[in-house]
């Protein structure tokens, strides 16, 4: 599995610096491995002979920076590939429902929108 991760990050990061490189395949093979995205399960699973934090830190301020340009344009174009002419979409909807009344609640309660303006929700099937 570690084999095919590094291919995969080698392609996505293909004109990055050697840091960033070793980011994507550290960032990458981390969260796949651990099943997580939490920085100290990440690091768990690079085996790195530093100590904890420090390779916590560092993902952290690697994170923190912005996403290069070139990062951004070798993922999408390495990801077009594999996307199908007419994607199939699948939205759950108890959840985009459970989004929607949170987000509503959150806007009555902040003031945003008058509590007068509470609408009853309907759900409704999309098709596509």
Not at 34 to 40: A, D, E, I, V, W
Not at 81 to 96: D, R, Y
Request: aromatic share 4%.
């Amino acid at each position: 599995m570690k084999q095919e991760i590094l291919s995969f990050t080698n392609k996505i990061s293909l004109r990055l610096s050697k840091l960033d490189r070793k980011f994507t395949a550290d960032i990458t093979y981390g969260m796949l491995a651990s099943g997580n995205c939490l920085l100290r399960d990440i690091v768990d699973q690079l085996h790195e002979d530093t100590k904890k934090v420090n390779s916590v830190e560092r993902l952290t301020r690697h994170l923190n920076k912005d996403i290069p340009k070139e990062a951004l344009h070798s993922y999408l174009h390495t990801i077009h590939k594999w996307i199908p002419e007419e994607p199939a979409i699948h939205i759950v909807t108890a959840m985009l429902l459970n989004w929607m009344a949170t987000s509503l609640k959150h806007l009555v309660l902040s003031g945003m929108v008058p509590k007068a303006a509470k609408t009853k929700m309907s759900t409704k099937k999309v098709t596509m």
